[in-house]
């Protein structure tokens, strides 16, 4: 079967920087991806990591280690707007996906 | 505006009710997904379209059953269901050449009494 482990909830203020980590279990592996949800929204996505290494989209950062089964999201300078909830999600077997719980940002002044 | 459009956004049912979950894109895609969102849970994918292949997760009961006419919509269709299916059911879309990019609607919130 499949495992992603996230934190549940993690808080920061505003303008710090935060790294969301996830580690996952799977067979037939392809990538990992992040997701960002609103309250009340829909998934939006953010990044994917098929090969190791850092992908950088502006000020969100994606990072995996394929050996270590590992990624993590970092987000630098935050703003209140990134308040929301974070999910990494593998891809496996080419079309299936598996998510995992999220991790709830919660970004203070 | 995503692209990615569901109705109804809210639906009370019956459990011996049947209905519909309707979703359309506008994005050209040509994969198309269910998931159920319930509270605390991950996001779970249900029914994949893909080139018009379908791809299911074999733990989701037989009350539920997909439809997918074209690569623009995708229905599911849901006949007695539980208490326990109450939840937000997402739909999604993508290339199938990039499915790691998916587009979701804003779902519909379904409530089982």
């Known amino acids: 079967g499949q495992s992603l482990e996230q934190p549940s909830e993690v808080t920061a203020v505003e303008g710090a920087i935060v790294q969301i980590n996830c580690t996952y279990q799977t067979s037939g592996f392809y990538g990992l991806s992040w997701y960002q949800q609103h309250d009340g929204g829909a998934p939006t996505f953010l990044s994917y990591n098929a090969l190791d290494g850092l992908e950088e989209t502006g000020r969100f950062s994606s990072f995996l280690s394929r050996s270590d089964s590992y990624g993590y999201l970092l987000l630098q300078e935050l703003q209140m707007k990134d308040s929301a909830s974070y999910f990494c999600?593998?891809?496996?077997?080419?079309?299936?996906?598996?998510f995992g719980s999220g991790t709830k940002l919660n970004v203070k002044p | 505006e995503t692209g990615v459009t569901q109705t109804p956004r809210h639906l009370v049912m019956g459990m011996t009710n049947k209905k519909s979950l309707k979703c359309e894109q506008h994005l050209g895609h040509n994969a198309m997904y269910w998931y159920k969102q319930s509270a605390k849970k991950p996001l779970e994918l249900m029914f994949v379209y893909s080139l018009e292949e379908r791809v299911e997760n074999n733990s989701v009961p037989s009350r539920f059953s997909p439809e997918c006419p074209n690569s623009s919509h995708l229905f599911l269709h849901l006949h007695t269901l539980q208490p326990e299916d109450s939840a937000l059911y997402l739909c999604?879309?993508?290339?199938?050449?990039?499915?790691?990019?998916?587009?979701f609607g804003p779902g519909t919130r379904l409530t089982v009494l």
């Open positions: 999600a593998v891809r496996y077997n080419f079309n299936k996906f598996y």
């Open positions: 999604a879309s993508s290339q199938e050449s990039s499915i790691n990019e998916q587009f």
